[in-house]
Nanobody, 122 residues
Framework: QVQLAESGGGRVQAGDSLRLSCAASGGTFSSYVIGWFRQAPGKEREFVALINRSSTITTYADSVKGRFTISRDYAKNTVYLQMNSLKPEDTAVYYC???????????????WGQGTQVTVSS
């Protein structure tokens, strides 16, 4: 089973950018759909973006469409989430996850990273 580790979170101002990384190990990276989810305090985990095995399909939540971009580097076994024009409502712990079927539902993901905190101040 693949192991995932997120990095790149931090504290920024509204309008700034961050790039999150999700490094995969212990599995066949190209076999998995990779998704990003986030969870704000007191709220349920929500879907942010996903990328399919061949990077031909990406899907985004409406709340981040046009601001966030998901991509994957097969040589580095890493998926990135480029976040631009950040807003205070983007504040959350961000998780990456791996799925064999691909879905916007967190229940369809088998492996999860530990999460990385993103805090956006106004």
């Amino acid at each position: 089973q693949v192991q995932l580790a997120e990095s790149g979170g931090g504290r920024v101002q509204a309008g700034d950018s961050l790039r999150l990384s999700c490094a995969a190990s212990g599995g066949t990276f190209s076999s998995y759909v990779i998704g990003w989810f986030r969870q704000a305090p007191g709220k349920e985990r929500e879907f942010v973006a996903l990328i399919n095995r061949s990077s031909t399909i990406t899907t985004y939540a409406d709340s981040v469409k046009g601001r966030f971009t998901i991509s994957r580097d097969y040589a580095k076994n890493t998926v990135y989430l480029q976040m631009n024009s950040l807003k205070p409502e983007d504040t959350a712990v961000y998780y990456c996850a791996a799925s064999s079927i691909g879905s916007i539902r967190s229940m369809n993901y088998d492996s999860w990273g530990q999460g990385t905190q993103v805090t956006v101040s106004s």
